[in-house]
């Protein structure tokens, strides 16, 4: 019989592999969204200097970063970048705030134009780091959106027209689908085109655009191209001057 208050040596080794486990969790999940794998690796090297035990995953893709969150484990914060393949503006912040809300995203751009800023707020960014920003800047940025804040960089103006943030808020109503089914009404798609992109049936594209003509408050598909936009107009160099 073995001594009270003694453990066995293979009991000894499963305490030491619980506590090894649980001094191993990461503390913070990170998903960084980029299509330059350089600048992926700097801003990970960065992270993982700033926040001890986090775990950080990339995408070069916004169909990565849905791939990711889609498996429902939980990430902490979402860094993107707006200008990348196949994303018009800030179309692929407004399809991530729709399919997942309960993750925060923050913006990281290489513009730094006071409009893109406020806009990407509006479309509901956590913050907006330039990719200019030193390494404590960012410290600073995501520890203010870890704790729930809204972080932009010193001296930007979020105030907007009343009107205007009223026309973004409604755009922010779309659906995921409802998003992807917009910027192909922008770029000129027809119904039968936009269905056969999204595998659908025509009938569900046109409940589609009657859902987004009756959230964005129009009566047209010319009038939803205007208000699209407002999300498109985040395409750089072609920022709208101030």
């Given at each position: 019989m073995r001594p009270r208050g003694r453990t066995s040596a293979a009991e000894h080794s499963t305490i030491i592999e619980d506590r090894t486990r649980l001094s191993v969790s990461p503390r913070h999940r990170f998903v960084i969204v980029d299509d330059h794998p350089l600048f992926r690796g700097a801003l990970r090297q960065v992270l993982e200097g700033l926040f001890p035990s986090v775990a950080i995953e990339e995408a070069g893709a916004l169909e990565g970063v849905v791939e990711i969150l889609g498996r429902g484990e939980e990430v902490d914060l979402v860094l993107l970048d707006l200008a990348m393949p196949g994303v018009r503006g800030f179309s692929g912040l407004l399809y991530l705030r729709a399919q997942f809300p309960a993750v925060p995203v923050v913006v990281v751009s290489a513009t730094e134009e006071p409009g893109a800023i406020r806009r990407s707020i509006e479309f509901g960014a956590s913050g907006?780091?330039?990719?200019?920003?030193?390494?404590?800047?960012?410290?600073?940025?995501?520890?203010?959106v870890l704790a729930g804040d809204v972080w932009t960089p010193t001296g930007v103006d979020r105030g907007e027209d009343a009107g205007e943030v009223a026309a973004v808020q409604r755009l922010a109503t779309l659906t995921p689908q409802q998003v992807r089914v917009l910027m192909m009404l922008s770029e000129g798609l027809l119904n039968k085109q936009i269905a056969y992109e999204l595998s659908v049936s025509e009938a569900t594209v046109k409940a589609h655009v009657s859902a987004i003509l009756q959230k964005l408050g129009v009566e047209s598909r010319t009038q939803a191209v205007i208000a699209a936009g407002r999300i498109t107009a985040g395409q750089w160099p072609a920022m709208v001057p101030e």
């Amino acid at each position: 019989m073995r001594p009270r208050g003694r453990t066995s040596a293979a009991e000894h080794s499963t305490i030491i592999e619980d506590r090894t486990r649980l001094s191993v969790s990461p503390r913070h999940r990170f998903v960084i969204v980029d299509d330059h794998p350089l600048f992926r690796g700097a801003l990970r090297q960065v992270l993982e200097g700033l926040f001890p035990s986090v775990a950080i995953e990339e995408a070069g893709a916004l169909e990565g970063v849905v791939e990711i969150l889609g498996r429902g484990e939980e990430v902490d914060l979402v860094l993107l970048d707006l200008a990348m393949p196949g994303v018009r503006g800030f179309s692929g912040l407004l399809y991530l705030r729709a399919q997942f809300p309960a993750v925060p995203v923050v913006v990281v751009s290489a513009t730094e134009e006071p409009g893109a800023i406020r806009r990407s707020i509006e479309f509901g960014a956590s913050g907006f780091i330039p990719k200019s920003l030193g390494t404590e800047a960012i410290h600073g940025a995501v520890t203010a959106v870890l704790a729930g804040d809204v972080w932009t960089p010193t001296g930007v103006d979020r105030g907007e027209d009343a009107g205007e943030v009223a026309a973004v808020q409604r755009l922010a109503t779309l659906t995921p689908q409802q998003v992807r089914v917009l910027m192909m009404l922008s770029e000129g798609l027809l119904n039968k085109q936009i269905a056969y992109e999204l595998s659908v049936s025509e009938a569900t594209v046109k409940a589609h655009v009657s859902a987004i003509l009756q959230k964005l408050g129009v009566e047209s598909r010319t009038q939803a191209v205007i208000a699209a936009g407002r999300i498109t107009a985040g395409q750089w160099p072609a920022m709208v001057p101030e």
